[in-house]
């Protein structure tokens, strides 16, 4: 039977049924006609298997134990296609130890501003090393018959708002810098499935967004998986299947798979949109577990033949992997000669992160790790290394008695190592942090340390980037990250020398927070938050500006030393290819991130100074030289044209630059091509001079409108605004009711804790739609009492509405709750 065939068997109801999940953590499945589920689980930095299928609540039941692997930031840096490989390879092998068919992730939104919380799960600033370090992950995991969901598709750059939000992004930007990595995916790994993001692209939620999922994705980009929804993402479940959206998830306990069905009886949704739908759902489930009517005759009827194959897994030889892979990781950022220690030295640690390492943030990611270990439990393996705690690893402000045994340790010590990090609940998926810095208490005992020695070392545990006001009083600094359960170990190894550091930093660290180009546009306004610095994102602004920043993207120090030389760039017909040589210049062995800018300094088109668009990560003995070839595609050299609606490429010369970082270039050259011309930029320069030749942090209205090429959407509330249940609880707080109700949810928030984090659990109920709250609750919350509240933060049949939300145990007349209502 073909798929058609199967589909045209099920009724209209089962059809239906296929686009929303089965719970939450399985598609559909319809035992009349042997439709087995497939089941997925979180990632993407070890598998987040969850106990209970049936309790769609995020914080349902526990999880599974598995290995803890470096955290994308952490994983980004090693700038090692090999790496993300051999993580997928290792994760698809825990996933089927499991029977899950499938890992919701990588997730691979660019770094917008080094503030938002999830930053340490994306990968890069760049999208050009997003998408090739994403690629390999995603052909790792399903050269293994596991499938990936890559998320969040697209432009979920913030945790603030992200289930309301609407990013306000001109076209060329959204191709150039957040569709970018996306495609590249898509096109060089085929992932089995795509997960559209919470957020809103120019005023349309992507679970609705038919340009982006269909349009672009299919006609464009050629995808052939399935489009599942984030968790809670569904606004309008018709709207959404005729967009592109094949699966809604979790379940919504069937309300979005009735207004499919109704909506095709009355004609507003076509069924051959939901047969397209269901069509890609049933493709993929048929590759994992196989529809036996569709392989009637066949032999093998499972298609996934080594599910639940334990043989190959064993949890102790991933963590072995997890730690060769930190190793990869971890970015020397200075040093200044006390690295590599000497086993000799009497020796420091300071700070409980050395105890206690933070390996990993919180949310969704969140992993149960099977074994954790401290840097100072894996350095007394080398060394006899004294400890004093300093500080606790959450601690805001210092305690004398700790600090002061803390100094006195440091001046005895010939070397005193710091670890400092951020906190747990600094840093995670649900909210934002508000600055750089790190908590005072680790700052000051930082700062009294360096008055009595200037041998310190600093090491740091965090997902992304931190202010280092004492850079210039310690002697070295290594970046550990988020660096996964074997980190300590990595950790230890590289501060004794064991390992070679060759981590590279895939996103710019700021001097300050006032520096970042989008400083005055994040998290945004109410409704809309908008990218005016454009493509200007990361290094691209900060070079485009000349501003000076506290570490550039690509920096990272060896403990050897690497020298460049013969570049050749010789311009095929179909790409330009370039060679140049390197050679360990230095007496140990290591390894050196090599790396190609384009850059276009003239031209009718503004584009940043220069833009990574090939890397390689090299080997090499002491003495050792190796000859080094990247090949650039004409896409290297292109921008995205709003008037051709196509990428394209400005003839003439191209700046070649490489480097070691991209601010210590050490080879240069130039190539020019000839293209046949492409129609008339819309951008010209007398309209848009800030972009050109300004800063673009600072864009006006009307500039911006004009690179948008569209009116600028509302940024806040009317007075009067109607409000839906798309809206939050954060949305309606200045309503009446709102006020009443946001201060009872608060409340009611008080001692609960969301996979992780309690501020990820408050930001779950204050900014999560409304639609929600009946969608998700299992029945705890009706949709009558949703629908009363929206009447009530809308002023509408007010003594009605209270009475319905009365009986639901919310007395909004009194303020109070006068049921448990969790
Ligand atoms: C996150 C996703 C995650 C999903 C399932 C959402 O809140 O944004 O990244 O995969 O939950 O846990």
Same mark, same amino acid.
């Given at each position: 039977m073909t798929l058609k065939e199967l589909i045209g068997q099920m009724t209209l109801a089962e059809k239906a049924m296929f686009t929303e999940g089965k719970n939450a953590w399985e598609t559909p499945a319809l035992e009349r006609l042997s439709v087995p589920s497939i089941r997925v689980a979180d990632g993407p930095h070890g598998v987040r298997k969850q106990n209970d299928t049936e309790d769609t609540t995020p914080e349902a039941a526990g999880t599974v134990t598995s290995v803890c692997f470096p955290s994308a930031s952490a994983l980004a840096a090693s700038f090692n296609r090999g790496v993300f490989a051999m993580l997928g390879e290792t994760l698809a092998k825990e996933c089927k130890s499991l029977d899950v068919d499938m890992i919701l992730g990588p997730a691979i939104n660019i770094k917008r501003s080094p503030l938002c919380g999830r930053n340490f799960e994306y990968v890069s600033e760049d999208p050009y090393l997003t998408g090739e370090l994403a690629g390999a992950y995603v052909k790792g995991v399903q050269r293994h018959n596991v499938g990936v969901s890559v998320k969040h598709f697209a432009a979920n750059n913030q945790e603030k708002k992200r289930m309301t939000i609407s990013a306000v992004i001109d076209d060329r930007t959204l191709r150039e810098i957040y569709l970018s990595a996306f495609e590249s995916v898509v096109k060089s790994a085929r992932p089995d499935s795509l997960m559209c993001s919470y957020n809103g692209i120019n005023g349309v939620f992507s679970s609705q967004n038919r340009k982006l999922l269909h349009d672009i994705l299919r006609d464009e980009w050629g995808y052939d998986g399935f489009v599942m929804s984030d968790w809670g993402a569904v606004h309008d479940r018709p709207i959404g299947v005729a967009s592109g959206l094949d699966l809604g998830m979790p379940s919504s306990g069937g309300v979005d798979a009735k207004a499919v069905e109704e909506a095709v009886k009355n004609g507003t949704l076509d069924e051959s949109l939901l047969d397209e739908a269901v069509a890609n759902i049933l493709k993929k489930v048929d590759k994992y577990k196989g529809i036996p009517l569709l392989h009637e005759g066949d032999s093998v009827t499972a298609r996934n033949s080594e599910s639940s194959d334990n043989s190959q897994f064993n949890r102790s030889d991933d963590h072995k992997i997890a730690r060769k892979i930190a190793s990869e990781c +971890?970015?020397?950022?200075?040093? $200044?000669? +006390? *690295? =590599? *220690?000497?086993?000799s030295e009497k020796i420091v640690f300071i700070g409980e992160f050395a105890r206690k390492p933070r390996f990993q943030g919180a949310g969704s990611s969140h992993i149960e790790a099977f074994r954790v270990s401290s840097p100072l439990a894996a350095a007394r393996h080398f060394a006899d290394v004294r400890y004093k705690k &300093?500080?606790?690893?959450?601690? $805001?402000?210092?305690d004398e008695k700790l600090a002061e045994e803390a100094v006195l340790a440091a001046r005895k010590a010939a070397v005193t190592v710091v670890f400092a990090g951020l906190p %747990? !609940?600094? $840093?995670? $998926? &649900?909210f934002d942090r508000d600055? *750089?810095?790190?908590p005072e208490a680790q700052n000051e005992l930082i700062r009294r340390i360096c008055k009595v020695t200037p041998n310190i070392i600093v090491c740091l545990q965090n997902g992304s980037p931190v202010s280092m006001p004492w850079i210039n009083d310690v002697n070295a600094v290594l970046e550990?990250?988020?660096? &996964? !359960?074997?980190g300590g170990e990595a950790c230890a190894r590289i501060l004794f020398g064991k390992t070679n550091p060759s981590g590279k930093l895939a996103e710019t660290f700021p001097l300050k927070l006032s520096d970042t180009p989008c400083f005055d546009n994040f998290p945004g306004k109410a409704k809309t938050v908008e990218y005016r610095e454009a493509i200007y994102v990361g290094y691209r602004y900060y070079d485009k500006v000349s501003k000076e920043v506290l570490f550039p993207f690509g920096h990272g120090l060896s403990y050897t030393t690497f020298a460049y030389s013969d570049l050749k760039i010789s311009n095929e017909i179909d790409d330009v290819k370039i060679n140049f040589k390197i050679k360990n210049s230095g007496r140990c062995a290591g390894a050196e991130v090599a790396q190609v800018y384009v850059g276009r300094p003239t031209g009718q088109v503004h584009r940043a100074v220069r833009e990574l668009k090939g890397f390689e990560k090299i080997y090499l003995e002491p003495g050792e030289e190796r000859e080094i070839t990247v090949i650039l595609d004409r896409r290297a050299f292109s921008y995205y044209s709003v008037g051709d609606a196509a990428w394209t490429i400005e003839p003439g010369s191209y700046h070649i630059s490489v480097g070691s970082s991209s601010r210590d270039i050490r080879l240069r050259g130039v190539v020019t091509l000839d293209t046949v011309g492409a129609k008339e930029n819309p951008h010209r320069a007398e309209e848009l001079s800030t972009y050109f030749f300004? %800063? =673009?942090?600072?864009? &006006?209205d009307e500039e911006f409108t004009k690179l948008l090429g569209m009116p600028l959407p509302e940024a806040d509330y009317a007075p009067d605004e109607k409000f839906t249940l798309y809206n939050s609880l954060e949305d309606v707080k200045n309503t009446r009711f709102g006020k009443v109700f946001y201060k009872l949810a608060k409340l009611a928030c008080k001692g609960h804790t969301l996979l992780g984090s309690k501020k990820m659990f408050e930001t779950n109920v204050l900014e999560t739609q409304m639609r929600n709250y009946f969608t998700w609750s299992g029945g705890r919350v009706t949709e009558d009492t949703a629908k009363a509240l929206l009447g009530l933060f809308n002023n509408e049949d007010i003594e009605k509405n209270l009475k319905i939300v009365a009986s639901a145990g919310i007395d909004l007349v009194k303020g109070r709750l006068t049921k448990r209502n969790d």
């Open positions: +971890m970015v020397l950022l200075k040093n $200044e000669g +006390m *690295l =590599p *220690l000497s086993t &300093g500080f606790g690893c959450d601690d $805001e402000k210092l %747990d !609940e600094y $840093e995670s $998926e &649900g600055s *750089l810095k790190l550990c990250y988020l660096a &996964g !359960e074997a300004g %800063d =673009p942090a600072k864009i &006006g």
